[in-house]
């Protein structure tokens, strides 16, 4: 686990323009190792039925998330709340969202546990809320949060449901200044398969890579990914509002070079949800949809456009759990208020190149 | 002989250090220009000297000249504005650095990442004299993280030896309470200079921190600046009050400077920018200066420049500190061509010998310029001796050739780096200063017009010389009711910065108030940044 820049550009791609700033994670990451020592990459398969994995993330304000950075004993304080209630220590780590900050993050964590870290997340991307997870569309209770603030209390939630559970875990994090390490979906690794998106930390490792000391970043990353490429141009737009604790807006890109004369809409909301060119869908939520440089091949945060910034818009397909009618239901185009029906993205990249 | 002011406005800059003159009614009267030396500061005498060397005839009659004459003149000097690199270079180079003791107010918070995590490892070995987190600090609506504990300020600042101590606590902007106590305990108990975060950067713990501990490492640099300029003048019988430029293109004291050294960085391209506006009477243009190895492009609104939306990093440090949004690319007057290709390699300051044009052999951008006729004002024989070099050459077709395509691609290239700021907005005019200007065509699409305004070569001297005093507040509030009158409050306390830097009290204006919305908080809340600038005061 030394590769962390390569980690943190890959969650940073993963992170579909939300998810949160990787680069303090990275520094917690490589500052944990230092002092902890490397942490093992382990898959669900190698662990017992019986073995406790915590799933953690950070929750808050992005902006307080960079001035009231995290204490170290934070995930200390989860773990030993976790072995109280199961009655045994946890076994590995995860990270609820590989995409953003939340995908770097627990390799510190599980280094300042000592526990190895689960090559799985519950998103394969990033999402703006608590119950977008894979766990919740496999119809795992939400039935327990433990939550760990900077000072050290320690809050240990009953929810009824998954919007109980949102609500309720929104209501302490304010409370504890916008800013709170926080367990949930605690599972036995039994529990895990299929509730799980698995390989997606050796997945953003790869990505990350593949960006690596390569001529022709861009290339090597979009078929790393084996995405289509929307567009490649100049951001002309950009216009975001505050609505309900969410940043919306839309960045627009003018195709240059072969896309001259082209025109991509990207409707934005934390994460780029919607790519629409000409009235035409292109890609939709929860299929991924990054904005990278074009020379880099560097991924651009939403709160990062800029105009006149040179891009490539790149699409890939989602895990399949997104697809199935809960998943959808969770996290698809009306999740987020879009009223679309939901064609997955290497339909409407074919389309596209039919017509 | 004309009455009033006289103020003098130098600029070191990579190449060359630049010196103006201006009257009381703005007007240039004398310019110079001097190699910038390895120490700087030899650079600065020599442009200082060579300016006041052009100045002495003027406003001299006839009948008055003579030992006495140029005192006359030197004594109605009061103000001399400098923009100088030592700061930047002091870090770039790892040299003449304080060593810092490094304090973090907000354990238990921020632990996982300690103070210089990103630091390279040289200049960490070089500034920091120790670093510890220590209780303190506030969360983001301005309560207490926890109490101030001194003691284990005491224990920390005991146990190291340290030249100046940085002080950073957690939201601060939004509370300086704690940083304003240990601040004071340093200097009551310790006796070292101290570096408060909140006077320096706006959120962002760490990249605010990393400002500031760069910020205590420059106390001596700064100290070496301020004498050296106080000293040059009173060797000379100036009797005029100096004061240095700042990033943003504004000034302050070196009273001021000496408490915020770092404010320094930056200040080179802010003054360019500046100094465009002035000299062109344009507010809102873009402006090219361009110069023997590079050009950097800025964006001026409302006569200030626009500001990077991005991180800068100063000397491999990621700070948050506001610099002008400056795009530089590697095509200036000494950019070598071959082939059908300009650059990024440049002759630099050889360009008076190796250019074709000043009788060399080596094909510069300023040669595929001459040949396409373009000139810079006055400049004489430049076209005969090229067209000489060319015909005597044994491929004399080949060469028009190459010095022809040569600017096509130079073209391009400063083409697309003038699309890339002007954000898709045609009806601006750009602005072309430095040694180069005369190197950019006449049309460029996407601006309104190229202006090419007199003295354009001194342009970020003249930018020193005409800045104004500054303060600005970053801070936040709650969204509520009870924001306007906040708003009012912040814009009070800008004001008051700006006249603590220098500024004339009855002309300080606020001439920037940002509001940002804040994200997924329970009580809207916005965070404001003001600006108030101001004439210095008499």
């Known amino acids: 686990m030394k590769d962390i820049p390569a980690l943190a550009r890959g969650c940073a791609v993963l992170g579909t323009g939300g998810g949160g700033d990787v680069r303090t994670g990275a520094l917690a990451a490589v500052r944990a190792i230092e002092a902890h020592g490397e942490v093992p990459l382990v898959r669900l398969a190698d662990l017992p039925e019986d073995a406790l994995i915590v799933p953690l993330s950070g929750i808050g304000a992005p902006t307080v998330s960079h001035e009231m950075i995290h204490g170290e004993d934070e995930p200390r304080r989860v773990a030993e709340e976790v072995e109280r209630i199961f009655g045994r220590p946890p076994a590995a780590i995860m990270s609820s969202e590989i995409g953003g900050a939340n995908g770097v993050a627990p390799v510190a964590w599980a280094a300042q546990l000592g526990l190895p870290l689960l090559d799985a997340d519950g998103m394969g991307r990033a999402f703006p809320e608590v119950q977008m997870v894979s766990m919740y569309v496999a119809g795992l209770p939400a039935d327990l949060v433990v939550m760990s603030d900077i000072v050290g209390n320690v809050v240990t939630i009953r929810p009824v449901d998954g919007l109980w559970s949102e609500r309720l875990a929104r209501a302490v994090c304010v409370a504890a200044g916008s800013h709170a390490l926080m367990a949930d979906y605690v599972l036995t690794a039994a529990r895990a398969r299929g509730a799980v998106i698995e390989g997606t930390v050796t997945r953003a490792l790869e990505i990350g890579r593949a960006t690596e000391g390569v001529a022709e970043p861009l290339a090597a990353l979009q078929r790393r990914l084996g995405a289509a490429r929307l567009i490649t141009g100049k951001l002309t737009d950009v216009e975001r509002r505050t609505t309900g604790g969410f940043v919306r807006g839309t960045a627009t890109i003018e195709g240059t070079g072969d896309d001259r004369g082209r025109t991509l809409r990207l409707e934005l909301q934390n994460e780029n949800l919607v790519a629409v060119e000409d009235g035409e869908v292109r890609a939709m939520v929860p299929d991924l949809v990054t904005v990278v440089d074009t020379e880099t091949a560097a991924a651009i945060q939403t709160e990062g456009l800029r105009y006149g910034q040179r891009v490539a818009v790149l699409a890939w397909p989602c895990d399949p759990l997104w697809r199935t009618p809960k998943g959808l239901e969770t996290a698809g185009p009306r999740a987020f208020g879009y009223d679309l029906d939901y064609v997955p993205v290497e339909e409407l990249v074919k389309e596209e190149s039919r017509g | ?538």
């Open chain 2, 1 to 538: 002989m004309a009455e009033g002011d006289l103020r003098v406005g130098i600029d070191v800059g990579g190449t060359n250090t630049d010196a103006v003159v201006l009257d009381a009614s703005d007007r240039v009267i004398a310019k110079a220009k001097r190699p910038t030396s390895p120490d700087v500061t030899r650079g600065l005498r020599a442009a200082l000297d060579a300016v006041l060397a052009e100045l002495t005839p003027y406003g001299t009659d006839p009948a008055g000249s003579g030992p006495g004459a140029a005192h006359a003149v030197w004594s109605r000097i009061t103000r001399v504005m400098l923009g100088t690199t030592h700061a930047t270079n002091a870090i770039l180079e790892r040299r003449n650095l304080g060593r810092v003791a490094v304090l973090r107010l907000g354990a238990p918070a921020t632990t996982s990442v300690p103070p210089l995590s990103d630091w390279p490892a040289d200049l960490r070995e070089v500034v920091s004299a120790g670093e510890a987190v220590v209780p303190g600090g506030h969360y983001v609506d301005g309560r207490e993280i926890g109490p101030l504990d001194p003691d284990a300020v005491r224990r920390f600042l005991d146990g190291v030896a340290a030249d100046a101590v940085a002080v950073t606590s957690v939201f601060s902007p939004a509370n300086d309470e704690h940083e304003r106590v240990v601040e004071e305990l340093v200097r009551r108990e310790y006796g070292l200079p101290v570096s408060v975060s909140h006077e320096l950067g706006s959120l962002g713990l760490l990249e605010r921190e990393n400002a500031t501990v760069l910020n205590a490492a420059l106390y001596t640099v700064a100290g070496h600046v301020i004498s050296a300029l106080t000293t040059a003048l009173a060797e000379r019988g100036l009797p005029a009050r100096p004061y240095l430029a700042q990033n943003d293109g504004t000034l302050m004291t070196v009273e001021h400077a000496a408490r915020l050294p770092v404010s320094t960085i930056g200040s080179g391209p802010a003054n360019s920018l500046r100094g465009a506006a002035f000299l062109s009477g344009v507010e809102d243009a873009i402006v090219a200066d361009v110069g023997g190895t590079s050009t950097d492009l800025g964006v001026l609104v409302g006569g200030f420049p626009r500001e990077s939306a991005a991180a800068v990093e100063i000397g491999g440090v990621l700070t948050n500190f506001r610099m002008p949004d400056i795009l530089a690319i590697a095509l200036g007057g000494g950019s070598v061509v071959r082939g059908h290709a300009v650059g990024p390699d440049s002759v630099g300051y050889r360009i008076a010998e190796e250019a074709l044009v000043f009788g060399g052999g080596t094909l510069t951008l300023t040669d595929a310029a001459v040949a396409a006729g373009r000139l810079p004002p006055g400049a004489s024989g430049w076209r005969e001796r090229l067209e000489a070099a060319v015909t005597a050459a044994d491929m004399s077709e080949d060469i028009r050739d190459t010095l022809q395509r040569a600017l096509a691609v130079a073209d391009e290239l400063a083409l697309d780096a003038v699309d890339r700021m002007a954000l898709g907005r045609a009806d601006r005019p750009l602005v072309a200063v430095g040694g180069g200007a005369f190197l950019l065509p006449a049309r460029i699409p996407g601006v309104s017009r190229v202006v090419r305004p007199e003295h354009a070569e001194v342009a970020n001297a003249v930018g020193a010389a005409i800045a104004l005093a500054s303060g600005r507040v970053d801070t936040i509030m709650p969204a509520g009711e009870s924001r306007s009158k906040a708003i009012e409050r912040v814009k009070e306390e800008a004001a008051a910065r700006a006249v603590a830097a220098g500024a004339d009290p009855s002309g300080v204006q606020i001439v920037d108030l940002l509001e940002v919305p804040l994200s997924y908080l329970s009580e809207p809340a916005v965070r404001v940044h003001v600006k108030a600038a101001g004439p210095l005061a008499r």
